[in-house]
């Protein structure tokens, strides 16, 4: 070979491999991410959407968007109540884990120059407000998607002082003081403040940031404190469920959750209007269950007028884990797709990053990415899902009592177990939803199972 022919050889593929380089670094840097809209329900109980069988409570909305992708009837979420079920979500880590990270990044700021300085009395104050500040030390959703280019925002409930501890640009979110302010109790601002005025006041501010952000891909983080307590929802959603020999409570239950799913209908509206629709990721979930059949009354029981029925909000039962997650982006997810895999709320935040295509952050959390799932290429591998609740029921506190308890569901079977109370039950999950028979008696041997799996999981 001659070295004319050499140098041409040489040259081609120099060019071919430059060429290559440059294209793909291009469609790296070119790829159209979907805008992201993570809805959260606030105590909305799985029996009561339509989409999920319900013949009286009205979500034409939420009915629209579950059929227009891929509905798991099966989702978990990891708390029997609000503020760890919604770390895990922005964290994708759960609320056990969770709290072991959030002690040892304790641990080591006190060990720091700053903390070795204080007097004691600041000490003793740092140390008792460490949990309201401790967000801002944990990777999240929207840090990851930042490196891409997202904003984010966040709205709704928000119980980590600001939303800037989350990793968001923007935020309703922005701090508490022990004074009631803006007509808000300390309570009140604790759960999120102005950010609670979400769906129940206005949807403004989120279409303000979606007006600024239409040429970035965003985040949104849509929270609204609905259809929670107080159930105080615009008479024309009572009127839908009055006159009908409903319970009053379950009127004024039903009613918010009509009220929240007109506020996400407008929502969507909205994108539609700014053609930003079609390349937006809608995902639903709830951050805790809740029990109100339509003829419970709890209207002058104060104690469940403000937490439902004994089986939802801060029980043991599966109503008070079980969620719809819901997945939809048009032309991309398969419309009228339903799963019945067991699929975690610490799952949803690898899944969002998949979607973006975001290499998965060792440091992000523990969930599994169930894009293949959805798009019908496998299925979900999770078998069992555990869990541990710290508060249960209390007659004397709204805000329920201390309880080293656990619970686990597999495809046949709701298990749980409270040391505390020294209780042990075991429910039929395809047959019994509702947990009404205790069958451990029957089943000892699948017990036993879950009280070693959950053994290996939480105590080793």
Known sequence: MNFYNLYRIVYKSTLSLLILLLFSGCSQTNIKRPNILLIIGDDHGYPYFGFMGSEIVSTPNMDTLARSGALFTNGYVPDNHCRPALQSLITGIDPYNFKIQRDSIKQLQKEKQFFIRMDKDSKDQWENNFNYHSMKYFNTVPTELKKLGYKSFQSGKWWEYHFEYGGFSDGM?????????????????????????????????????????????????YAPQLPHYPFDAPNKYREMYENKGYAKSAVEYYANCTWFDDSVGELILHLKNKNLFDNTLFIYVNDNGWEQEPYQEFINDPMRSHNGGDKGKLSIFDQSFRTPIIFSWKNKIKSNTQLDDLIHTIDISATILDYANVKKSSSLGQGKSFKKVIDGKERGSRKIILGQSNKIRDASDPMGKDVEAYWGRDKNWFYKSNITDNTEELYDALNDPKCMVNIIENHKDVARLFNEKIGHKYLD
Do not use: A, H, L
């Not at 004074?179 to 601002?189: A, L, P, T, V």
């Open 173 to 221: 979110t922005t701090g508490w003081v022990r004074e009631k302010r803006d007509g808000r109790n300390w309570f009140q601002q604790f759960m999120g403040g102005e950010g609670t005025d979400i769906g129940r006041v206005t949807n403004q501010p989120v279409y303000d940031f979606i007006e600024k952000n239409q040429s970035n891909p965003f985040f949104i983080w």
